[in-house]
């Protein structure tokens, strides 16, 4: 690098020395021409000599200048290029060094595996050895176990020969008949084992069902209400009765249009009497002379007023007692139709036991069996709380409240088996489901348990009774037996006197002499039976 400098020092040396020796010769020459001549220079033009010169002088430090600016630059460079190099060459180096590590370490790796490989070879030529001798031992046993499998092969046929002939039977024989042995000890044993289980589980299960049902009605129980067709209300003066009567009868004329419900006023001090087989309807009447009596102007306009006003608030309280009892039971999506037509049965009553109430009590009887079955205590509250939703359209629709409820449930998206455990819960149609089981076996133990229902047994027998004798008294009628409470009457008929048309038309005639003679909650079905036998001998 220093050889470089002054290499470029020297080279700038000789620029200008160039410069001033041609800058001599210039002016040798111009002085020569002068003293050719007849005069000396003159002074313009030694100005312009010494101009040239201090030009050619100016010039001459310019090149030096800038000869040391780029000898400065060059040298910065090399400087650069030397540092670069050296960094370079250490990192080469140092590579260099890591490169030889490495391959001295594959190398000691290398030959640690071939020490290796060369100590598993004579391992395994030492394995191989061994197996080959264990070969040779297992073949030797070989030979000898088929030597001793042969001899007792022999030992066993003699010994079998020997068996036969004592016992008078072949091996086949023998085999089967003590085959058949065993197979008559066990099926004795599995017998008295199933019978064993059988009534374990059957003790258990009495006593589990008993110990269910009876928790059940201990924790659900509610209390009952007086069933009737008929409000009675209280009036503040019998001076009211005229009022509510009107001119020539015109406000109760106009009060029995609107409400469709019978006002009977009597000699009944300070009270009268609304009759009506609808309960809603009823209670919407009862609502709305109780306002007229509050606010004492009575005539057509004001009843239909007050009627509208009560109708509306009947149907508030019946969506509001369909909510609450769902919040009771923790049940909260349903359809709002099926809310409301539950409501509804808060006014309807069965043998003297709150629909509503009965429903309530059902679902918390369903609940606690399912839970105790590990069945799922949810859909049981939602099938028993609706099983009895078709009575709040009996008086519109006709038919059984059961399928009447099933079509309703269907109709607004509930579950089939909620549907299928409404339509079997009186066995009108075949159970199919443990729901629907459970549903009938809460509905009972609600209805059944003592308190809950008024019935007088004297009038319960003598309906039953009743039923039986009309049926009975028809000619051709064998035997008659009253079912399911009263709800349906199953009547036998010889084959050979009744053909299948009288077969139907015993079943209509005493549907009609029912619906004429007695008086009954529900519906009653007739079933006519006609049993048809062909009886053959072989001789």
């Known amino acids: 690098m220093g050889s470089t400098v002054v290499i470029m020092l020297a080279i700038a040396v000789v620029l200008l020395a160039l410069v001033a020796i041609v800058t001599l010769v210039v002016l040798i020459r111009r002085t020569g021409a002068g003293r050719s001549g007849t005069r000396g220079p003159t002074a313009e033009e030694i100005a312009d000599v010494q101009s040239e010169l201090e030009q050619a002088r100016r010039e001459g430090v310019e090149i030096r200048v800038k000869a040391e600016s780029d000898a400065g630059e060059m040298l910065r460079r090399a400087e650069v290029a030397a540092e670069g190099a050296l960094r370079m060459r250490k990192e080469v180096e140092d590579e260099t060094r890591s490169l030889k590590h490495e391959l001295k370490e594959l190398r000691s790796d290398l030959e640690r595996r071939e020490n290796r490989l060369a100590e598993r070879e004579q391992r395994l030529d030492e394995e191989a050895r061994r197996q080959a001798e264990r070969g040779r031992e297992l073949a030797e046993t070989e030979s000898q176990l088929a030597d001793r499998r042969a001899e007792l092969d022999h030992v066993e046929d003699k010994r079998r020969e020997v068996l036969e002939r004592v016992a008078g039977l072949t091996a086949d024989q023998a085999k089967a008949e003590l085959v058949m042995t065993i197979e008559n000890q066990a099926k004795r044993e599995a017998a008295l084992i199933v019978r064993e289980i059988e009534g374990e589980a059957r003790k258990e299960g009495e006593k589990r069902a008993c110990k269910i049902v009876t928790l059940a009605v201990q924790r659900v129980a509610t209390e009952q209400t007086a069933e009737s067709v008929v409000s009675v209300l209280h009036l503040p003066g019998d001076e009211m009765k005229g009022r509510i009567i009107g001119r020539e009868g015109r406000n109760i004329r106009a009060f029995e249009s609107t409400t469709g419900v019978n006002l009977i006023i009597d000699d009944t001090p300070e009270a009268v009497l609304l009759s009506c087989f609808d309960p809603v309807r009823r209670e919407t009447a009862r609502l709305t002379l109780e306002k007229l009596v509050?606010?004492?102007?009575?005539?057509?306009?004001?009843?239909?007023?007050?009627?509208?006003?009560?109708?509306?608030?009947?149907?508030?309280?019946?969506?509001?007692?369909?909510?609450?009892?769902?919040?009771e039971l923790g049940i909260t999506d349903m359809h709002p139709e099926l809310i409301t037509l539950l409501g509804q049965l808060r006014y309807r009553t069965s043998y003297g036991q709150n629909v509503l109430?009965?429903?309530?009590?059902?679902?918390?009887?369903?609940?606690?069996?399912?839970?105790?079955?590990?069945?799922?205590?949810?859909?049981?509250?939602?099938?028993?709380?609706?099983?009895?939703?078709?009575?709040?359209?009996?008086?519109?629709?006709?038919?059984?409240?059961?399928?009447?409820?099933?079509?309703?449930?269907?109709?607004?998206?509930?579950?089939?088996?909620?549907?299928h455990a409404i339509e079997a819960h009186h066995n009108e149609v075949e159970v199919r489901t443990v729901e629907a089981v459970l549903t009938q076996a809460a509905d009972a133990i609600s209805g059944s348990r003592p308190g809950a229902r008024r019935e007088s047994l004297e009038a319960y027998v003598k309906r039953l009774e009743r039923l039986e004798e009309i049926a009975q008294s028809y000619d051709g009628v064998e035997k008659v037996f009253a079912m399911q409470a009263g709800r349906e009457i199953r009547v036998m008929v010889r084959p050979e006197a009744i053909d299948d048309i009288q077969a139907q038309v015993i079943a209509r005639d005493v549907a009609k002499q029912v619906e004429e003679e007695l008086t009954y909650p529900g519906q009653i079905r007739i079933t006519v039976v006609r049993e048809s036998r062909a009886t053959e001998f072989a001789r």
């Open 357 to 419: 109430k009965h429903l309530i009590e059902s679902a918390h009887i369903a609940g606690i069996m399912a839970s105790e079955l590990r069945l799922d205590p949810m859909l049981l509250k939602r099938c028993t709380v609706l099983h009895d939703i078709g009575k709040a359209l009996t008086h519109e629709v006709e038919g059984s409240h059961a399928l009447i409820g099933a079509e309703i449930a269907r109709r607004y998206g509930e579950h089939e088996d909620v549907v």
């Open 294 to 327: 509050l606010d004492g102007r009575i005539h057509p306009q004001r009843i239909e007023e007050a009627y509208e006003r009560s109708k509306e608030e009947v149907k508030d309280l019946c969506v509001r007692a369909g909510e609450d009892a769902l919040v």
